[in-house]
């Protein structure tokens, strides 16, 4: 009998962090489908200036590797400005006890 494959493997959350601006979403979500990573779940607010975004994503399909598309939204960052971080979804629940 198969074992069966821990979904939570190939997840990972990001965040961002940073100054409102347009096009931050438009910008992770494209480098993302660059290395078609799947985007599960979203959820982005701004307070009183200040950007913030969730996203919960899956890189089971994806066409580079955890430290490939780490790379890129690091790169990224600079480019925008903001404070991007990508965890593996079994370290972020770690670290925060949900």
């Known amino acids: 009998m198969p074992t ?4 939570t493997t190939n997840r990972a959350i ?3 962090l940073g ?3 347009s096009g931050i979403v438009a910008a992770v979500a494209g480098a993302l489908a660059d290395y078609d990573v799947n985007i599960l779940d979203i959820s982005q607010t701004i307070l009183q200036g200040i950007f913030t975004m969730t996203m919960l994503v899956d ?3 994806a066409s580079a590797d ?3 598309v780490q790379g ?3 790169e ?8 991007i971080t990508l ?3 079994e370290v972020f629940k770690f670290m925060y006890r949900l």
């Open 76 to 83: 990224l960052a600079t480019e925008l400005g903001v404070q």
């Open 72 to 74: 890129r939204l690091n």
């Open 59 to 61: 890189l089971a399909c």
């Open 66 to 68: 955890f430290s490939t």
């Open 87 to 89: 965890q593996r979804e």
């Open 4 to 7: 069966p494959i821990d979904e």
């Open 19 to 21: 100054s409102d601006r």
């Open 14 to 16: 990001i965040t961002v």
